[in-house]
């Protein structure tokens, strides 16, 4: 191989490898636990990828990884301007708003809590507005319904 070949191979193995640790790959955020029986180590498994795939959605600014999770309501309360209860579309539609302006430079999970029938997780979303980066905190609650973690609230400061 040449040594444009070579430095080629090198930065896309970085690069991908960049990519790979900006998702997930570290759950330091979410507990694991023992569990009493397989339906309830079923239910934690689909809890925690209902918070990564919408961790994503923001990361990636893919909605349609978020969406998916709305019931029939969800409330949100994005950086004090849009608060309280809207329906799927109107809560798709403020969430790409809010992707567009806060250009994403960054989104991690810091925290996690899961009970029986609820959950929450608490993280950062890193930003970017005229080359200045700035962090919002950002809480997830889900709830579970018919074998089911739907987004119950979304509040970002």
């Keep these: ?4 070949s070579l430095l080629l191979l090198l930065f896309t193995f970085i690069f991908s490898f960049l990519l790979i640790n900006k998702s997930f790959s570290q759950d ?3 507990k694991e636990k023992k569990y009493k029986n397989e339906e309830a180590r079923i239910k934690h498994d689909l809890c925690k990828k209902t918070f990564k795939d919408i961790g994503n959605g923001f990361l990636y600014k893919n909605v349609n990884n978020i969406n998916i999770y709305f ?3 969800v409330y949100l309360n994005v950086t ?5 209860y809207y329906s799927p579309n109107q809560a798709e539609l403020i969430l790409i ?8 430079e960054n989104f991690k999970f810091l925290r996690s809590s ?10 950062v979303y890193t930003y970017n507005i005229n080359s200045r980066k700035q962090d919002l905190d950002i809480t997830i609650s889900l709830k579970y319904f018919k074998s089911k973690w739907f987004i119950d609230q979304i509040t970002i400061k």
Excluded: H
């Design 1 to 4: 191989m040449n040594r444009k």
């Design 28 to 30: 330091k955020w979410w």
């Design 71 to 73: 019931d029939s309501q």
């Design 80 to 84: 004090s301007n849009e608060k309280g």
């Design 97 to 104: 708003d809010f992707m567009d302006y806060f250009r994403i």
């Design 114 to 123: 899961k009970y029986n029938s609820y959950a929450f997780a608490n993280g």
